[in-house]
């Protein structure tokens, strides 16, 4: 199982920008989706998560500003990030508890990160 984060990049303050993060390889099912932030000498921190049936989580940090859906079709979590502040800049991890077979545990698989730099 694989999961492939993308959509960093570098973004002035107020501005958008829209993080994917698809999951691959044998997966039965996927329970919940969520997306980390850490910077260097920090811990890494929750901003979003997401249940299989919708429910979303949110930091205070970001709510109102930042939104986190799902395709469960696609095994894919998205993470709609608007108003940008400087503060948002992290490296962005996305991550998801999966099952991939009816005799297998849950286990939690990371992606490898992608960069969020908000500065003018």
């Known amino acids: 199982v694989q999961l492939q984060a993308s959509g960093g990049g570098l973004v002035q303050p107020g501005g958008s920008l829209r993080l994917s993060c698809a999951a691959s390889?044998?997966?039965?099912?996927?329970?919940?989706m969520g997306w980390y932030r850490q910077n260097p000498g920090k811990q890494r921190e929750l901003v979003a998560s997401i249940t299989a049936g919708g429910r979303t989580n949110y930091a205070d940090s970001v709510k109102g500003r930042l939104t986190i859906s799902r395709d469960n079709a696609k095994n894919t979590v998205y993470l709609q990030m608007n108003i940008l502040k400087p503060d948002d800049t992290a490296v962005y991890y996305c991550n998801a508890v999966i099952r991939r077979t009816w005799s297998d545990g849950e286990y939690v698989y990371w992606g490898q990160g992608t960069q969020v730099t908000v500065s003018s």
């Open positions: 390889g044998s997966i039965l099912s996927i329970r919940n």
